[in-house]
């Protein structure tokens, strides 16, 4: 079945620190986006990157689609920055086409 | 612009009653979609319209879960009757266009959700 895993699924950070989300799927992808779940649990959009490289401020993410993998990259983390990141991927051979979402990373940046 | 909207924010019921949730999506935005997140884990699909019409509710739980999008803007998604294992947070998003469609278009936008608790 279709499956996309997450990796770390805890993750704990200094403030100032930087680190790497990984995100695996298992067949090539129409769409895949990343989001930020914050604490009061609104999803917010980081990320349309079904291939190549995009940065935003502090977020860039890469997608390798020939490879099945994405990466979120956080630079310089903030307490804000705590909470769930989830990869959400649509498959090309998904005949159901919907968007099937990691189990997520648990991020904590402490002060 | 404004975000997709959703109300209420929390409900809580006692199990065997009934309960429902409204949407109003992204102006212009032809697709909208209900998820369930249950605590711990990602958005599971529901449900998905495209304008007024059903693209796939493969995963609605049918025996006790209705939704419908009679004019094509918002939505309702019901609950009846509510079992505890209902108890999680029913999210709303919307997209211009369906899933299967190349480019931005199926860009999916959340709106704050309702968290459900059923006693």
């Known amino acids: 079945g279709i499956q996309v895993e997450q990796s770390p699924p805890d993750l704990i950070l200094q403030e100032g620190a930087n680190s790497t989300l990984r995100c695996n799927f298992s067949d090539s992808v129409n769409n895949l986006q990343w989001f930020h779940q914050n604490p009061w649990g609104q999803l917010i959009n980081l990320f349309y990157?079904?291939?190549g490289t995009k940065q935003n401020g502090r977020l860039s993410a890469t997608t390798v689609a020939t490879e099945r993998y994405s990466l979120l990259y956080i630079s310089s983390s903030q307490t804000t920055d705590s909470g769930v990141y989830f990869c959400?991927?649509?498959?090309?051979?998904?005949?159901?086409?919907?968007?099937?979402f990691g189990g997520g990373t648990r991020l904590m940046v402490k002060p | 612009e404004a975000g997709v909207a959703q109300s209420p924010r929390y409900k809580i019921i006692e199990k065997r009653q009934s309960v429902a949730f409204w949407c109003n999506p992204i102006s212009g935005h032809a697709t909208l979609y209900w998820y369930q997140q249950i605590l711990g884990q990602g958005p599971k699909l529901l449900i998905q319209f495209q304008n007024n019409g059903v693209v796939d509710d493969s995963q609605l739980p049918k025996d006790r879960f209705s939704a419908e999008r009679l004019k094509g803007v918002d939505s309702t998604l019901k609950i009846q009757p509510a079992k505890l294992e209902d108890s999680a947070v029913y999210l709303c998003?919307?997209?211009?266009?369906?899933?299967?469609?190349?480019?931005?278009?199926?860009?999916?936008?959340f709106g704050p959700g309702t968290r459900l608790t059923v006693l």
């Open positions: 990157i079904p291939s």
């Open positions: 959400a991927v649509e498959l090309l051979n998904n005949a159901g086409n919907m968007l099937t």
């Open positions: 998003a919307s997209s211009l266009s369906k899933t299967g469609t190349s480019g931005r278009r199926g860009e999916q936008f």
